[in-house]
């Protein structure tokens, strides 16, 4: 599996962040590629979500699914067609930690991947365009937009810019 995870710490409670986070729809307008998310529940373990990618030439829709939901903390996820990849986003409370002395918490976002597993009929490519070629490129705007969206998340759960610090980790697994 390959993962990339995203974390900064963020200026309001767990609780708020959490609640933040459970409103995946809203996660459209922080995203380059990401055009629409439509949920199918009520945000608890089940509810599915398609989510419709656009990069190049190509438009994608994956489907994800809450697979456990650990309030205020963790929110976890899988995506139930076409690749073999997962996360969560986890919140962990930091009292006392903001500027002001006030409440912080640590927000994550942890994605994992098998690039491997990708259904190369789930794409209609552009003649001559190998799967394998919009793999290595879209690997590493994994990694940009998710760096993205934690900004965005960090401007409107704490109601203005700043400089945000962005931890990124990266693996490859090799299996």
């Not at 995946?24 to 009520?42: C, I, N, Q, T």
Request: aromatic share 10%; proline share 7%; glycine share 6%.
């Amino acid at each position: 599996m390959d993962a990339v995870e995203v974390s900064t710490v963020v200026y309001v409670p767990a609780e708020e962040a959490y609640e933040f986070l459970l409103d995946f729809p809203g996660y459209a307008r922080y995203s380059k590629h990401l055009k629409e998310v439509r949920r199918h529940g009520d945000g608890t373990p089940g509810t599915r979500y398609d989510i419709t990618f656009t990069w190049w030439k190509l438009s994608y829709t994956a489907r994800s699914e809450v697979t456990d939901v650990e309030p205020p903390t963790r929110i976890d996820w899988r995506l139930v067609k076409d690749i073999d990849a997962g996360g969560y986003w986890g919140i962990e409370p930091l009292p006392g930690e903001a500027p002001d002395g006030g409440d912080a918490c640590r927000v994550r976002l942890h994605i994992e991947f098998r690039p491997g597993s990708a259904n190369r009929d789930s794409l209609n490519l552009p003649a001559f365009v190998s799967f394998d070629w919009v793999v290595d490129k879209v690997k590493p705007k994994v990694e940009t937009e998710a760096e993205r969206i934690c900004r965005r998340v960090v401007r409107d759960l704490e109601g203005q810019d700043r400089p945000v610090d962005l931890e990124i980790h990266q693996t490859a697994d090799t299996i």
